[in-house]
């Protein structure tokens, strides 16, 4: 299993950016998946997820500003980033796990992205 996380770049506050996580083979399909983020120092952390029949859930600090979403045709995970603040800058991960229950439990993990907020 690959996945290969993209679109992170530097990013104005207020701005927007998109990642994209694009997976090899259908390991999408029927799955859940998570992006997380981690600041140099710290623990990941989860931001969102979405389940295979496209529900999806956000940590609250990130509710309202980031959209997650999924193309299942074409096996890409999407992250929409919204009214960018400079704590969101962090290395983003994706990746591709299950739920039991509520609760996601991640098995792979895409490369990362750094994406960096700043004037």
């Known amino acids: 299993v690959q996945l290969q996380a993209s679109g992170g770049g530097l990013g104005q506050p207020g701005g927007s950016l998109r990642l994209s996580c694009a997976a090899s083979?259908?390991?999408?399909?029927?799955?859940?998946v998570g992006w997380y983020r981690q600041v140099p120092g710290e623990q990941r952390e989860l931001v969102a997820t979405i389940t295979s029949a496209g529900n999806t859930d956000y940590k609250h600090f990130v509710k309202g500003r980031y959209t997650i979403s999924r193309d299942n045709a074409g096996d890409t995970v999407y992250l929409q980033m919204n009214r960018l603040k400079p704590e969101d800058t962090a290395v983003y991960y994706c990746?591709?796990?299950?739920?039991?229950?509520?609760?996601?439990?991640?098995?792979?993990w895409g490369q990362g992205t750094l994406v960096t907020v700043s004037s």
């Open positions: 083979g259908s390991i999408f399909r029927g799955s859940g």
């Open positions: 990746s591709v796990g299950r739920f039991v229950g509520s609760y996601y439990y991640p098995g792979y």
